[in-house]
């Protein structure tokens, strides 16, 4: 048989569509042509094939013409998974494989030079298109390096199977009474088992004073609000950002496994930290496409990789305009889509905003213990980096102030994570249980039904929005904040309270 077939699968975005590896053998003047949109990484499989069998003690046709089509021929193919098919469809088609053994399986996995498997990128997604296959009644295995059969095993309900190295596929698909007899190990599945969400992060207590700010991260928190903290050098902005995870709820099963295949595509996934919360701070020298995501192929910026997670960006007037006017559409949909003349990708970016800034260059305006050295208009400037739709799209906006060192010293202990997380989590709990989602998701109707004010507080809504000069979006915006601060009272209606402190929160540039 000249002629074989192997099913693989490429990457497309989160997507993980089907390609068939088909490898003809003829006779002709010897060469190795692979067609089918193939990038430079798998093009250069024909060196690492050739040496893989030829170190694994396996046949090579070097005296035959090799032709591998990987199909469709319009979908590109990039990455070194494609090894293993091609590896697999010339011994299939010299006859050393029985081809009945592969029409159930799919492949994946990149050869070294002698024969053992390495890793490959995207383990998850592909487990994740294989099981959506399943319910559609196509019904395969996936046979991946142990490495990334390991990783997909999060993936419950798919048929998986972890390989070491060439030789470990191929005795256990050679045709029957020609083998060793040896059989593909299957990998079994992990079970989701949940994690507390403070478990090796810094604890809150640890913060000195700042009560104003740690109540406004626990509001955060507990609907999922984004935050900016303005405040002087040293005042414990970046402090409390790096203990605010520990304030998050654990992971659902389906959020834990979203985020996962997020980090398995984009090749970051540790195991060592499945179902925490990832926690993503890029250096303001991030570019937009490093921030939101791009390139050739596509691939998750950071706001994708901190999906279900918190994306923290300390210095935020430093990172570049461009980077920061990219955030806009995803702080308002949840996900990122990215435009090529080719193609299109949609990645999913429902992370959590915590951002911090100086209030000057010099970072010292306002600050009652050290004197500012900048001009107002070096100080309009600084603070004008940041445009108004992208402060607008900001739910939370505190000052957190310089404290005294006598004051550190005698500052009583605050609350520990845990004990915010607990509160944060029985407010999550009534906005579940009350609207299916929660307060920072609500938006036309559904903002309308449940996040009903008293008159009182309405009137002194409408009043202050008129007064500030606030958008409709602000006004919404704060409507939502304000519900949120309800929950954490455990009560059925915004009051004037709850309605006075959630603009407090919206005031932190305005009054500089």
Not at 442 to 455: C, V, Y
Request: charge should be neutral; charged fraction near 20%; aromatic fraction near 4%.
């Amino acid at each position: 048989m000249s002629l074989a077939i192997v099913h693989s699968r490429a990457l497309d975005g989160l997507k993980a569509p089907e390609v068939t590896v088909e490898v003809h053998l003829a006779n002709g003047l010897p060469s190795f042509t692979l067609v089918g949109l193939a990038d430079t990484e798998v093009k250069e499989a024909r060196e690492r094939v050739r040496a893989a069998l030829s170190n694994s003690g396996l046949d090579f046709p070097f005296n035959k013409r090799i032709t591998v089509n990987l199909a469709p021929a319009d979908l590109p193919k990039e990455s070194g998974r494609f090894d293993l098919p091609i590896a697999l469809g010339i011994l299939a088609a010299m006859g050393h494989i029985d081809p009945e053994r592969l029409v159930d399986l799919e492949f994946a996995g990149e050869l070294s030079l002698g024969g053992e498997l390495r890793p490959v990128r995207g383990a998850l997604p592909m487990a994740l298109a294989l099981l959506r296959a399943a319910e559609g009644g196509r019904v395969r295995g996936l046979v991946l390096p142990q490495a990334s059969a390991d990783e997909a095993a999060l993936v419950e309900g798919a048929r998986l199977y972890g390989a070491r190295h060439l030789m470990d596929v191929v005795e256990a698909l050679r045709p029957s009474g020609q083998g060793s007899g040896a059989t593909l190990v299957r990998t079994q599945s992990v079970p989701f088992e949940p994690v507390r969400a403070q478990w090796g992060l810094p604890d809150l207590r640890e913060v000195k004073g700042q009560s104003a700010a740690k109540r406004a991260l626990e509001i955060a928190a507990a609907g999922a609000h984004s935050v900016l903290m303005m405040g002087p050098p040293g005042s414990g902005k970046s402090m409390l950002a790096q203990r605010f995870a520990g304030l998050l709820p654990e992971l659902a099963p389906g959020e834990a496994l979203e985020s996962a295949a997020v980090l398995s595509l984009a090749g970051h996934f540790d195991a060592a930290q499945w179902r925490r919360r990832t926690v993503r701070s890029p250096h303001h020298t991030a570019s937009p496409v490093a921030l939101v995501g791009g390139g050739s192929p596509p691939r998750p910026g950071e706001i994708s990789l901190a999906h279900h997670g918190v994306l923290f960006l300390d210095e935020l007037p430093e990172f570049p305009r461009a980077a920061l006017e990219a955030l806009r559409e995803p702080l308002e949909t949840g996900q990122i889509t990215i435009s090529r003349a080719a193609r299109r990708h949609d990645f999913p970016a429902r992370f959590q905003l915590i951002a911090a800034m100086n209030p000057c260059p010099c970072g010292h305006f306002g600050n009652p213990l050290k004197a500012c050295r900048c001009t107002p208009d070096q100080v309009a400037r600084y603070q004008g980096r940041l445009s108004g739709p992208l402060l607008d799209r900001i739910d939370v906006q505190v000052e957190v102030p310089a404290v005294a060192p006598e004051v550190l010293a005698r500052s009583p202990e605050g609350a520990s994570s845990e004990e915010v997380a607990q509160r944060v989590v029985a407010a999550r709990a009534r906005q579940l249980a009350r609207q299916g989602r929660l307060n920072a998701e609500l938006e036309g109707a559904a903002l309308d039904l449940h996040a009903a004010a008293e008159p009182a507080a309405q009137a002194f809504l409408q009043s202050a929005c008129a007064r500030l000069g606030w958008s409709g979006r602000a006004y919404h915006r704060v409507l939502k904040l304000a519900r949120t601060i309800a929950d954490l009272a455990e009560a059925d209606h915004i009051a004037s309270a709850h309605m006075a402190e959630a603009i407090q929160y919206r005031r932190a540039l305005s009054s500089t």
